[in-house]
């Protein structure tokens, strides 16, 4: 079974290219590998924020403030 791959190009300053290469080179990986990772890691991130904020909210609407609520609530 293979893969589809897809090419993106993007151009980036230089001083962020010898960073990148440098990156890739140290962790023994291609540049393509290393910026896979890199957007799996923002985009984990980036979901994982907005758990937190729904977390927020919903602790906010229910007046959580302690773990202490959180037992009164859960009996």
Do not use: H
């Not at 993106?8 to 990986?29: F, G, R, T």
């Not at 393509?32 to 758990?51: I, M, P």
């Amino acid at each position: 079974m293979s893969l589809q791959r897809s090419i993106i190009n993007i151009s980036v300053p230089a001083q962020l290219e010898k960073k990148i290469k440098d990156l890739a080179a140290e962790e023994d990986k291609t540049i393509s590998e290393l910026l896979r990772e890199a957007f799996r890691v923002y985009q984990f991130q980036r979901d994982w924020s907005k758990v937190r904020r729904w977390g927020d909210e919903t602790t906010r609407k229910m007046g959580i403030e302690s773990y202490d609520d959180i037992e009164k609530i859960a009996g």
